[in-house]
Structures are given as structure tokens and as C-alpha cells.
């Protein structure tokens, strides 16, 4: 199986869309990570949903995990306030870091040795062999999705 007959079109954000925005698209649909695009619609990171969740989660807590303790329920309950005013772009976990492509025709494994590498929880199908400099978004193979088709094939 390549790497086209897994892509799946996908939801995408930009680093001018609002976490909250952002935060709102990963728990509506239960995703491990978002897409994000560049001006040009081609990858240019990929947002985990654990670092929205890390994010919400005040640094001395994240220091000193014990503290999560003593937070009551109403202020835990007011956690998301921290995405507030902020960007896709401010709250990504490395700016410069690239989003995890890879080629059409790349096998399963070729995906497989792609998420692991990166440690993602999804890679983009990019096809680079278009007219346009940035290639051609195909869509998203999600880490379900591959290990879902991997699964299949066993007898």
C-alpha cells in the first residue's frame, strides 16, 4: 500500500488561527494532532493536541507536578483561559521544527519510518512532482489510519 492510498483529506488550521479555535477543532473531532498550513496551503508544522494540553497546564504545575493537587475545580476548570489572545503560532511546540512529509508513492513502512522518527501523530502526503514550486497537498495519514491498514494485512 503507498502513501496516496492512505491519505485522507484532513483538518487544518494556519498559524493565524486562534489555539482556542485550534483546542476546539482537536476535541470536536477526537484528533491527535492538526495540520497546519502555510500562506501557500502547504505544511508547515504539525500541532499535537498533548502540546494544546501542555499549554493549558501552568508551568509551575508542569515543574512540580504534585501542585495539580492542591488546584480546586474552579480554577482547573478556567485552564483553557490560557489559549486566550494566542496564535497556532504561539503555542507550537518548535516554530522551526518541519512537519513530517512524505512522497506519494512511499510504502506503509516508508510512513511507518517517518512517525517514528518524528514521533507524530500523523504526516502529510505531499506531492512534489506538480507544476507549482510547493507541491500539491494530497491529504493526511493519521498513526490510526496506518496501524488500522498494517493491522489488515495480517493473516
Aim: proline share 8%; hydrophobic share 45%; glycine share 4%.
Amino acid at each position: 500500500m503507498r502513501a496516496r492510498d492512505l491519505a485522507e483529506q484532513y483538518e487544518s488550521v494556519t498559524l493565524r488561527t486562534e489555539a482556542l479555535t485550534a483546542a476546539r477543532l482537536l476535541a470536536e473531532h477526537r484528533l491527535p494532532g492538526l495540520l497546519v498550513l502555510g500562506g501557500t496551503g502547504r505544511p508547515v508544522a504539525i500541532l499535537p493536541a498533548s502540546q494544546v494540553v501542555r499549554t493549558l497546564v501552568p508551568t509551575y504545575v508542569q515543574d512540580d507536578p504534585a501542585l495539580a493537587r492542591v488546584i480546586d475545580e474552579r480554577h482547573a476548570d478556567r485552564l483553557c483561559q490560557a489559549l486566550a489572545g494566542r496564535t497556532v503560532a504561539d503555542i507550537l511546540p518548535d516554530p522551526a521544527a518541519k512537519p513530517p512529509l512524505v512522497d506519494p508513492d512511499d510504502t506503509a513502512l516508508e510512513v511507518a519510518a517517518v512517525m517514528a522518527a518524528e514521533r507524530s501523530p500523523l504526516v502529510a502526503v505531499v506531492d512534489p512532482y506538480t507544476h507549482d514550486r510547493d507541491g500539491r497537498l494530497l491529504g493526511v495519514i493519521t498513526a490510526s489510519r496506518l496501524l488500522e491498514q498494517l493491522l489488515a494485512a495480517q493473516p
